[in-house]
């Protein structure tokens, strides 16, 4: 067709290009429309309409939306991006933990600005390369809504000026008419805080500090000046132990320092290619500890007769030595002379230790490891150590002062005596006649609710401070984020009371340590980067300090205390006994309200929630007590004059005629998610000699009730069934002899026909299931992530539960969920009994024998090479890496629970219900209110109700260690990537990392020898739980080993 | 040489006509109900509402509100699922199978049976749906769908998904089996219509039905290709369903015999659910001379039969477990039987195994009453052995550290009497608007001579 050149035009004025046409030829109406001219229209020529519809599709956006409250949610940019905060990158700030006299050294990750988890300093030598599960779970307290919010009087609110006027007023009148002041606290680490209170003291003279330890250790200190001439706690080198016997020391869970202690301990108890030696533990102790569940030899003993063992045992060794005897009534102890035995042949290796705050018993606990040359060498005498400083003695007088009306001012200082010191009531009753009730705490507890002014303490995280728990051992604590809440750091408030010129706490931290510590080196010698380098490391030690290790004769009065001893134990008291003890979880109690601690189940009972009396089997059968699946009776326990009803727990390992029962419960004003927990134990600790003891010897008596009641526990089936194919263990002879046959293999029959075409690899019809499989496997051309877990290694501390709770934004449920056996937690630590059994029958073998031994297993996902939930999820929710982790895909996941049921481990966690945000679960304070989500790892997802999820092998990890690498321009490093499991193990018996990498630990520990597209592990003690199905777990367990002869 | 067989005892006894037929089945669509059909309404349409609160909660609040735990991920869901999966048997069996085998007596009941069976398996699909933990997105996830999440497909590796296929494919097939059989008699509803409401309705569902013999030579070849089709399906849905276990590894799951266990089981349970509702439709609609103590007797057969392969498929999984060597299969199986859900066990073995057997008595198998009472049993028996199948499996497998009870909540039994309430809300209403005997294939079998039906006129 041809092409149309023609133009047409709309009128004259366009083929004119008249300029009247022009201007107007871009609207749509060429000339004002007729209506009103008004404030829609902008300008002349503005499109009215258009903004008419705009203004009123406006308005009414607006007032819709201002009928409805909008959730507001701040989300401030930054004016200017602080340096250091970028977002999606963590910071790290090395700081210390301290609660009381508990510490750990760690480091504080934060994620724009916010403490998100506690990871162990690793340079630190006080507290090992772990963590513990109260260091983990402090992160969560900071965001306890139940703290203090801002200083109060007499209960209501007031402004720190006035508060300090108020205060300072009062001080000055009871300094000027000599009234006495006290400053009550628990075990202060803090070297400044300490001279804080010396600036105290000058100020208002009739001062005084009185420390206490709710677990106290001054018998200790007193038979060491008796001993020694020296009032200190020493160093006990675990390490250098070849035998160690402990008189109920739970030294792997809540004596002393227990971190550091367990790390040592472990270190002589690793087994490998090369080391095929290790110490061994003697435990005698009432109730079943974490120690005597890791020793070698556990007795079961009476705290009435605890003295007379300890005295026999000297005279077995003062026998050998040929040292005179001491007479004592004669007693029958199992493993004793075997104890006499070995601790004879480790002479100056060896170490005795009791957790008896007799000083009598320290005595002579003292007198045996000085016939062994101990002291010296495994008792490091002239490196005290200051994690228990509380004087019994002071404390005791400070009760009977205020009693007596003699003490004008009390100052708590982050203590909580009428919870948990033994004369709480005493101390109640008292403190009406003080004029002046100060508490810088932490929140309105048991104690704070008597007082007059409230003066809340900053939370550790917000803290500058420092800490000396060891002679010539420092660290400081900084603050990780600034503090939430309207408090004040108790020791600016100190200081300001004090008139002290500037109550700038970090600048006196600062100038005591440029006047005592930084003076003690001389490799630095500018102060600002001295202190630099010391806050970045976190820790610092003083070179060069005394080690040498020199022999201190022990000059005790031996029979003086073995007359006390004869005095206050017998060696066949008739009566119930009761033994009061701590758990690793809940400790004193302190952090009652940290739902993270209160749902980690305690490594022995695996109960979590509640406390409960210990009972054992032979009791349990007097009182008709069963225990069934958490079913179980409440009974009645009387103490003196005291009564309390309380659920009574059947615990294999418990002395005969004894009953135990744990402190740090029993709580009411700390806050809702402890409160009414349990009972109160603290003022059942009665006195022997003169110091409080956790034991009570006589007026115990325990009667059944009819009630029945559920305990919370996450395991309620304690043997293992003798199945080695869960737990594989042998005696330390057995493997030294014959590592390659001490362990269970199991093998399956292959047909005839596979027979032919497998050739060799098979051995009387039968093969390692290993070496065949219907799955064609999967290709690992770079990385190939594994897990090794040293159950040599694994004393049950459960640090890793809690850091895996904090890494991984895991729920708690509450006690009612764990009940309905709904826990969440991705690692759990299996607890099994076990024992020499003639059992036959499956009932028979349920049944723990009355002291078993026990083994304790982590548990988390074993990331299967052959995935039984990865074949059975309709959806392919749950599939494989190509680095072999089983990934959960939770936005794909409909919860079928397929997978959960097809996991033969039982380490799938399904969300039952909606666990954030919601009412029902307020508990999880981490996930049900703003504050407490401020704690959630920003990497890690919060699952919604309905979908499956389980241990990620903590992938967010793994993704951040490669993409570092990756910026880097090289390959990740072993030690680079590690699970947040591993890395708060205090023993270092979880090791993660890539097996394809022949020079990472995992590899050596496993004895891998890489053959191109496999590996083989040819380490003796490794094995996987469930072999013979052959789902080929990347988590490899390394077999218990014990050090015990074999059929003893 | 003539041969010359036996006559059979006729299958529909009272002499009835064909005419007799039509009027006595018609005569229930057309009339109204009898006031124990609003009874058994009233109580059936309460079980449908309290179960309706139960299944509203546990959709809103999740989960949890069962008596499931970390250990058990299945219990009362699944084992209500295969229960009525394997009720659902019963009618496609009876038309499909009896069909192809020419087993006449199948005619009086298979349009019951059949309507149970689609019942059955609306209720038992009512479980996959309510046991998801995200069902919002679980009910279209498990379809191969195209979608815009990439390269995302359903994992056909898993026996959920096959569950998916199968259970679609057997009620599709069913609910079209069913529907071809009743156009003709829907035909003769419309043509006896009094109102212009029924006879729309009736005319709408016969699909223009004329009775011609090009209709009936098509109707003829749509049922034999369908009872081709549906035959296959009879054994393979619950050939796959025993697969979500036996393709597992947890010890007691983990089994090869499962397949034909599960369908003799499903046959058994659902010649039982027939048998219960029929013995009552029978009475109330006074249907004695089409469902004769014959077709009871033959049914009872049936039972023994199959529950005797189920009693055996027991025995040999025991056998099996001790033969195996497998320590962990040895224990499920132990625990089975002597651990804490001994009960249930016993209840499986009493009901499913002992009771059965005294069919082998003809006093008992022809009793109407001991029949009601058995079939009743059977059932009860056959929820408890895919309970002790799933729950006993689970609750204590390989690691004792992880061993628990699964103690059932109210929402568990609610969710169970919610399907009660449909399949019986259904059911009567089936019973009320849908002639419940197939009258088009009755009256080829009905006896009659010149002279009988001279007599009638």
């Not at chain 1, 029993?666 to 003022?683: E, Q, S, W, Y």
């Not at chain 1, 409909?894 to 009412?919: L, Q, S």
């Not at chain 2, 009960?343 to 009453?369: D, E, G, H």
Request: hydrophobic share 40%; net charge neutral; proline share 4%.
């Amino acid at each position: 067709m041809k092409e149309n050149k023609k133009q047409y035009w709309k009128g004259v004025e366009q083929l004119t290009n008249d300029p009247e046409f022009v201007k107007y030829a871009g609207k749509e109406f060429s000339q004002d429309l007729p209506y009103k001219k008004g404030v829609l229209q902008e300008e002349e020529g503005g499109s009215s309409r258009r903004d008419f519809l705009k203004l009123m599709g406006f308005s009414v956006a607006a007032a819709s939306l201002a009928a409805c409250e909008a959730p507001v949610r701040k989300a401030i940019p930054y004016l200017n991006k602080p340096e250091v905060i970028d977002p999606g990158v963590p910071n790290y700030y090395a700081s210390t933990y301290t609660n009381g006299g508990n510490y750990c050294s760690i480091v504080v990750k934060t994620r724009e600005g916010r403490p998100i988890k506690i990871e162990p300093n690793k340079l630190s030598d006080v507290s090992g390369s772990g963590t513990s599960a109260q260091a983990e779970a402090s992160v969560l307290s900071l965001y306890d809504k139940a703290r203090l919010q801002a200083p109060t009087a007499n209960g209501t609110a007031i402004e720190w000026k006035e508060l300090d006027s108020q205060i300072i007023g009062k001080l000055e009148g009871i300094a000027a008419s000599g009234g006495q002041i006290r400053i009550v606290s628990k075990t202060i680490l803090s070297p400044s805080t300490k001279a804080v209170i010396d600036q105290f003291i000058e100020k208002y003279p009739t001062t005084e500090l009185v420390m206490y330890d709710a677990i106290s250790a001054y018998g200790i200190v007193k038979a060491n000046e008796e001993s020694f001439g020296k009032a200190v706690i020493p160093t006990y080198n675990f390490d250098k132990a070849k035998t160690v016997v402990s008189f109920g020391a739970d030294f792997l869970g809540t004596w002393i320092n227990p971190n550091r202690f367990s790390s040592d301990f472990v270190k002589n108890r690793k087994l490998n290619y090369g080391k095929k030696e290790m110490s061994r533990l003697y435990q005698f102790e009432t109730n079943l500890s974490l120690t005597g569940a890791n020793a070698d030899y556990r007795t079961p003993i009476k705290p009435s007769s605890e003295g007379i063992v300890v005295t026999t045992l000297y005279n077995l060794l003062a026998a050998r030595s040929g040292q005179p005897t001491i007479g004592v009534s004669k007693i029958e102890v199992a493993h004793l002379e075997a104890a006499a035995n070995d601790l004879w042949s480790n002479k100056g290796q060896s170490l005795v230790v009791s957790g008896s705050n007799d000083p009598n018993v320290q005595i002579m606990v003292n007198a045996i490891n000085g016939l062994l040359q101990n002291i010296g060498s495994t008792i490091d005498l002239k490196t005290p150590v200051y994690f228990r400083q509380g004087n019994d003695d002071k404390m005791k007088q400070f009760v009977n002062d205020l009693g007596a009306g003699k003490i004008q001012g009390v100052i708590f200082l982050n203590s909580n005596p009428i919870y948990d010191h033994y004369l709480g009531k005493t101390i109640e009753a008292g403190l009406s006649k003080a004029k002046l009730k100060v508490g810088l705490c932490e929140r309105a507890d048991e104690t704070a609710s008597d007082l007059d002014y409230l003066a809340p303490d900053h939370h550790y995280l917000e803290s500058w401070n420092d800490a000396q728990p060891v002679e010539g051992k420092y660290s400081l604590c900084q603050p990780a984020i600034s503090p939430l809440f309207n408090t004040r750091q108790a020791q600016e408030s100190l200081l300001t009371w004090a008139g002290y010129g500037n109550n700038d706490y970090f600048e006196f931290v600062k100038a005591y340590w440029q006047t005592y510590i930084f003076t003690t080196q001389n490799k630095l010698q500018d102060f600002q980067t001295f202190f630099d380098q010391c806050l970045y490391d976190g820790v610092y030690s003083v070179a060069g300090r005394a080690v040498t290790l020199e022999l201190i004769v022990f000059g005790g009065n031996i029979s003086a205390a073995v007359g006390n001893i004869s005095r206050t134990y017998t060696a066949n008291n008739e009566g119930l006994e009761l033994a009061l003890y701590e758990t690793i979880v809940i400790g004193d109690g302190s952090q009652a309200n940290n739902p993270w601690l209160q749902e980690t189940p305690d490594p022995i009972t695996k109960a979590c929630w509640d406390n409960y009396l210990t009972i054992s089997q032979a009791m349990a059968k007097d009182l008709g007590v069963e225990m069934e699946e958490g079913n179980t009776y409440q009974v009645q326990l009387k103490v003196g004059e005291q009564t309390l009803v309380l659920p009574a727990i059947i615990q294999p390992g418990q002395a005969r005629g004894t009953v135990g029962l744990a402190v740090g419960y029993g709580r009411t004003k700390v806050g809702k998610v402890a409160d009414n927990l349990g009972v109160n134990a603290f003022p059942l600790i009665s006195e022997i000699s003169g110091t409080p003891t956790m034991n009570v010897l006589s007026n115990v008596s325990v009667s059944a009730t009819n009630e029945s009641v559920k305990v919370a526990q996450t395991q309620t089936h304690h043997t293992f069934m003798n199945r080695e194919f869960v737990v594989q263990e042998t005696t330390l002879d057995t493997y030294k002899n014959h590592p390659e046959h001490a362990f269970h293999r199991p093998k399956i029959a292959v047909s005839n026909a596979l027979e032919r075409k497998l050739g060799d690899e098979v051995i009387d019809g039968k093969i390692e299931p290993r070496k065949i499989s219907l799955w064609k496997g999967h290709d690992y051309n770079n990385h190939h992530w594994n897990m090794s877990i040293d159950m040599n290694s694994c004393i049950g501390c459960s640090a890793c539960s809690v850091a895996c709770q904090a890494e991984n934004n895991v729920p708690v449920v509450g006690k009612k969920e764990v009940l309905n056996r709904r826990e969440m937690t991705w690692i759990r630590i299996d607890r099994y009994y076990s024992s020499e059994t003639t059992a036959t029958t499956n009932a028979e073998l349920e049944i723990a024998a009355e002291n078993p031994e026990v083994t304790f297993q982590p548990m988390m996902c074993q990331h299967c090479n052959n995935a039984p939930c990865e074949t059975v999820c309709p959806v392919a929710a749950t599939s494989h890496s190509t680095e072999g982790l089983n990934q959960m895909v939770y936005n794909r996941c409909i919860g079928t629970r397929y997978c959960a049921n097809n996991c033969p481990y039982k380490v799938r966690r399904f969300n039952w219900f909606k666990y954030h945000d919601n009412e029902q679960f307020d508990n999880n304070l981490a996930m049900n209110n703003d504050l407490g989500k401020m704690v959630l790892n920003p990497d890690v997802t919060v699952r919604s109700r309905g979908v499956m999820e389980k241990c990620t092998f903590c992938v967010q990890r793994i993704q951040y260690g490669k993409l570092e690498a990756k910026k880097k321009g090289r390959r990740v490093v072993d030690g680079e990537v590690t699970t947040a499991c591993a890395s708060a193990c205090p023993t270092d018996a979880i090791v993660f990392g890539d097996i394809r990498d022949p020079k990472s630990e995992i590899s050596k520990l496993l004895q891998i020898k890489d053959k191109g597209d496999s590996q083989e592990i040819h380490e003796h003690r490794a094995y996987n739980v469930l072999e013979e199905l052959n789902v080929k777990p990347n988590v490899w367990y390394l077999a218990k080993v014990r050090n015990k002869e074999e059929n003893a | 040489m003539e041969v010359v067989s036996s006559v059979r005892t006729p299958l529909i006894t009272g002499g009835k006509t064909v005419g007799d037929v039509t009027q006595d089945i018609c005569v229930r669509v057309e009339a109204k109900p009898p006031k124990s059909w609003f009874l058994a309404m009233a109580i059936s349409l309460t079980f449908l509402f309290v179960g309706l609160y139960a299944v509203f909660t546990t959709a809103w609040e999740g989960i949890g509100v069962w008596g499931l735990n970390k250990t058990v991920g299945w219990a009362w869901d699944i084992t209500n699922f295969v229960w009525w999966v394997g009720i659902g048997h019963a009618g496609t069996l009876i038309s499909a199978i009896l069909l192809l085998f020419r087993q006449k007596w199948r005619m009086s009941i298979n349009r019951a049976a059949e309507a149970m069976t689609i019942f059955a398996v609306i209720c038992a699909l009512f479980f996959p749906f309510i046991h998801m933990g995200r069902l919002w997105l679980g009910f279209y996830w498990v379809m191969p769908l195209p979608n815009t999440f990439g390269s995302l497909w359903v994992n056909f590796n898993s026996p959920l998904l096959w569950d998916v296929f199968a259970i679609s494919t057997y009620f599709t097939v069913s609910l079209v089996f069913w529907y071809i059989g009743l156009i003709p008699d829907f035909a003769t509803i419309r043509d006896r219509a009094k109102n212009k409401v029924s006879a729309v309705i009736y005319g709408a569902l016969s699909f223009g039905w004329v009775g011609s013999a090009k209709d009936w030579s098509r109707y003829e070849s749509v049922s034999l290709i369908l009872a081709g089709l549906a035959t296959p399906l009879v054994l393979s849905v619950h050939t796959i369903v025993s697969f979500d276990f036996a393709t597992s590894i947890i010890p007691g799951w983990h089994t090869t015999i499962f397949p034909p266990y599960f369908v003799s089981g499903a046959v058994f349970s659902g010649f039982a659910m027939v048998l219960t509702l029929l013995l009552i439709t029978r009475k109330v609609y006074k249907l004695e001379d089409y469902i004769s103590v014959q077709h009871i007797e033959f049914m009872n057969i049936i039972i023994i039969v199959t529950g005797s392969i189920v009693g055996i498929a027991y025995l040999t999984e025991l056998f099996i477990a001790w033969y195996s060597g497998v320590p962990a299969e040895q224990y499920a199986f132990l625990n089975r039987a002597t651990g804490p859900y001994w009960w249930a066990y016993a209840t499986m073995m009493t009901c499913n195994v002992v009771t059965p057997q005294l069919f082998w008595f003809k006093k008992i198998r022809t009793s109407l009453w001991a029949t009601f009472f058995l079939s009743i049993i059977v059932n009860i028996g056959m929820w408890f052995e895919r309970f002790v199948i799933i729950v006993t499996s689970l609750h204590r497998d390989f690691l004792p550290s992880s061993w628990a009870m699964f103690y059932p909540t109210f929402y568990d039994v609610g969710d169970y009497l919610f399907t009660f309430g449909i399949f019986f809300t259904f059911f009567f209403l089936f019973a009320k608007f849908f002639p419940v005997i197939n009258m088009a294939e009755v009256k080829s079998i009905i006896k009659s001579t010149s002279t009988s039906d001279k007599a009638l006129k």
